[in-house]
């Protein structure tokens, strides 16, 4: 499940349907379009949208194990959520198993805006800074697991990436590039390990995959920071079902070494959901007849790429393991944003509104322009009593963004996230809880030469929109989880 966040893109489309209106007592006329209004609200929906999706594949690589050895758990996967990483490890799953988990993410994100024209050591350069104000986000994870006989293994579970929330000021200098984002996925299904020799283990799984996905933001009808000149934007949408699979394997030549290799195929979701336009306190109040416009019926379709794991893990003795990982994102595959089936209208009377603004085409296409994601992951773990298993791993990660297309809405920077785990096991082993905890640490910008503007509305000829993603930007972020797992007889080692 994912809330949006940081970084990205992938290819989208925006807006069908009638409108709902909230009615002033004027006569009405037929709709008129505004063309730039409507443009720049999809593509600021699309890049926000997919901004979760890019560089660390919303935020970070979940799982509570995972986690503790920094995402290096696609060689060493053991538990039932192996069907994330490398489904092939399943088959390493001793007993029937009941497994039950928690996380919470937090992203801090702080943007100090430069105002345009000041030069940055002066008194008053900067806005007030915009603060990430969303709570931590919970991510559940369910699932069971048992092996069929010695070469076979199966699950079923509901498992999930995971990102933080994003909630800003609605009145804060950041507001035209997020007031909010959304972005909530999981997949459910099955997944199957199949062991054909003793040094090659298969894995398949089959995913039924949903998303939720929204933005809200501002866009500008005078190209000044000024509230006047704002009309507010919501987009929501959500995709129930869409198919999928992943697959790996292990490859074990001898007992100390694993070889592990999985693969994401690309997803494509198209999520329905219903957009809005608010002119409210605009300069552009008086001259409509209606000042909230919904369509009920606009499709978000939101691509993700391909994605490659790689691991090998070394046990140089019985109870240590260490691994190393890395982890690819096919981001630069994702050639163009589509958006098509633009139908959305405002009524009003005035002469002011011209005539060559009332259609707007029905598809815009614009590059994309993301760069691939490698993650190199480092991670460790020891059983130092038959009580308690110790890890601890980290990782680092390209931004599929160059800096100046980074705004406080997608924040793409490099970054390096180290964790730390335990496990514990009870109950003469028939129950194992595990716990996690990482920081992850995004690289600072002072941002000058920004590319990120605000959205025209195209309805004064003329105007220039302002930059608005000039400034100072520090992130950094934390994630928390435990879980529970349940064995019908006793769980045994590790390995």
Known sequence: MVRAGPAATGAAEAASGRLRSTHRSRPQTDPVLLRRVVEGVCVLTLWSVCAAAAGGYFYSDSGIVATGRGGAWVAGADTQFAQYYNPAGLIRIEHP????????????????????????SSPDAFYPEAINQAAPFSVPQLGLATPLGDRVALAVGFYSPFAPSSLYDEEGPQRYS????????????????????????????????YLQVGETVDVTISGRDDPSGDVAVEARGVDPFTPNLNAGLLFEPIEPISVGLAVQPPTRFQARGAGTLDFTGSSLEPLLNQLTYTDDDIALNLDLPWVLRAGVAARPLPKLEIEG???????????????????????????????????????IVLPAGLRDTVSL?????????????????????????????????????SKVQLGAGASTFLLEERLRVDLAAAVQLFRRLEIRNSTVSQIDAGVIDGVVPAVVGNGDLRSSGWILGVQGQWSLTSLGGSR
Do not use: C, M
């Open 178 to 209: 997020i007031k909010d984002t959304l972005i909530y996925q999981f997949s459910i299904g099955p997944s199957v390990a199949v062991q054909p020799h003793r040094a090659i283990t298969l894995g398949l799984g089959l995913q039924w995959k």
């Open 377 to 413: 992951r480092l991670g460790a773990e020891a059983r130092i009593h038959e009580l308690l298993e110790l890890r601890a791993g980290g990782f680092y990660e390209n931004g599929a963004l160059a800096p100046d297309e980074i705004s406080v809405a997608l924040v793409d920077t």
């Open 325 to 363: 990982a890395v982890v690819w994102q096919g981001w630069s595959s994702l050639d163009d944003i589509s958006i098509e089936e633009i139908d959305v209208g405002v009524d009003s009377d005035s002469i002011l509104v011209p005539e060559d603004q009332r259609r707007v085409d029905e598809q």
């Open 97 to 120: 198993t009941v497994n039950i988990g928690w996380s919470g993410v937090k992203q801090g994100v702080g943007f100090s805006r430069l105002k345009p024209g000041l030069d940055p």
